[in-house]
């Protein structure tokens, strides 16, 4: 099958698959879709990637075998202003000039807006929940994409959603009665394969929690896991705090805000790395994942951690997150606005050796029996096949 797979992604993860790779560019950073794109390769399809990058100039292809990833220009400023119209428009001529039976768009707004132009079949899979977006980041860009999204609920007519939170808010707010099967998302049997070894063996006064979080917003709530460290601090004054991802570097807006609250002691600010490297730190350093965002359509931060046998602590109202972690059956759900909450959870885990291997190995097995990508790619074929065979009708 000749795929279309249209979505920002971490190039430089598939920079092994193509000639020239080291000049793919390294822009969005969103892991699982490349390795989605390396799944369908390994079942034997032919895939083209479309996705854009800040600062390419013209649009770029690079070829492997049975693989083409197609870049566009994408603006740094402005792209709201006209819905994306200038990215659009590359995107789908490019769309165009590939040969793809089907095009399966990631996101509700610019790469979809682009692929149903085509008049390719298209399978829209929707990230995130628009109107929640929009709640914590009132601006006009965030405006921009609402309406985007509403255009592509209005001509779609294929849909998944990575989660039930996902599809619900979907049709409650822009599509009622659509069809929406759930599709969540995956990770790679390499990354079950490092969470087999053993647990790791510290004890309660040097043990270490992590963040992976994305930007210092609202919606991702570090505030609240600082806080609840400085109160895990007091009953264990050697417990360690890594917290990786944007925003989250020294001298960055997380490290800056934990100095200012006199908060910081024992807090590693680690910042973005490149994703093995992440993976490989979780693995090997990490006692347990504290995941505080109060908003999220699937967690792939709480995935990782389950995969990798570390207990994960998230929120019990979290859209979701909650899905993912079985509604508290493989993983520890609070009221994560609570630092207080958080924190007596935090300390549970630390102190009670028994506890967290039980929660920890409930998390492993939920994330091994309903996450793994080879299972995800297989339902999304069958849904790209069953497309096709209505549209010949």
Known sequence: MNIGFATQTSLP?????VANGERLPEDYQFAPSADWVKELLRMGH??????????????????????KIKVANRRRKGTGRDFYAAERQQLTQMMLEERCEII?????????????????????TIHD?????LRYFRDAHRAARLVMAYEVAFRGKHFTAVSDDAAKHFRRYLKPGAKIAVAPNGLPDAIFEMGKGQLRAGQADVFTFATVLQGWTRRKNPTAALKAFAIVRREL????????????????????????????NGVTFAGVLPYMQLI?????????????SVEESFS??????MALRKPVIAGRSTPGVRQVLGFGEAGILVDVRDPAALAE???????NPEYLTRVAESGYERASKLYRLEAVMTQYQELYKRILGSSAC
């Open 300 to 305: 792939m931060a709480a995935l990782e951690g």
């Open 104 to 124: 399966h768009a990631h996101w509700t707004y610019e790469y979809a807006l682009a692929a149903l132009a085509t008049g390719i079949p298209t399978l829209v």
């Open 129 to 133: 929940l628009p109107w929640n977006v």
């Open 46 to 67: 032919n895939v083209t990637v479309f996705t854009t990058a800040a600062g390419v100039g013209e649009a770029t292809t690079f070829r492997g075998n049975r693989l």
């Open 345 to 351: 959870a935090m300390i549970q885990l630390a102190r």
């Open 280 to 292: 490989k730190k979780l693995c090997e350093e990490v006692d347990v994942l504290v995941h505080p």
């Open 237 to 264: 004054p050697a417990a360690r705090l890594l917290m990786f991802g944007l925003g989250y570097q020294v001298g960055g807006p997380a490290h800056d805000w934990a100095v200012q609250q006199n908060i910081e």
């Open 13 to 17: 993860l598939l920079r092994h698959l």
